[in-house]
């Protein structure tokens, strides 16, 4: 089995004329379909995440557009202080 290393980054959708902000991801970790990660904080301002996956699969062969593959909870925090919570799906859209 190759272990494949986890990065990436949370991106907030864009508000105006704001420019995207990019939340850098720290120590991902997946342990079967369980997933959980922090963000760098950007501003003062990170993101805290534990759920799993709804849905697995080769997504690049096989893509599941707009359909959600990740559930869970997900936690803004404030200076390391939790500030907001919802419970949250991430749906899947392919790339180029």
Request: positive net charge; hydrophobic residues 40%.
């Amino acid at each position: 089995m190759v272990e494949v290393p986890l990065h990436g980054w949370i991106r907030l959708k864009e508000m105006g004329s704001a420019p995207s902000v990019d939340f850098p991801l720290i120590a991902p970790a997946l342990k079967d379909k369980a997933f959980s990660f922090t963000t760098k904080a950007v501003g003062g301002i990170s993101y805290r995440f534990a759920g799993s996956f709804a849905k697995l699969g080769n997504f690049p062969e096989e893509r599941p557009e707009d359909e959600v593959v990740l559930k869970g909870r997900l936690t803004k925090l404030q200076g390391g202080k939790p500030v907001a919570e919802s419970e949250v799906g991430f749906r899947y859209t392919g790339g180029d």
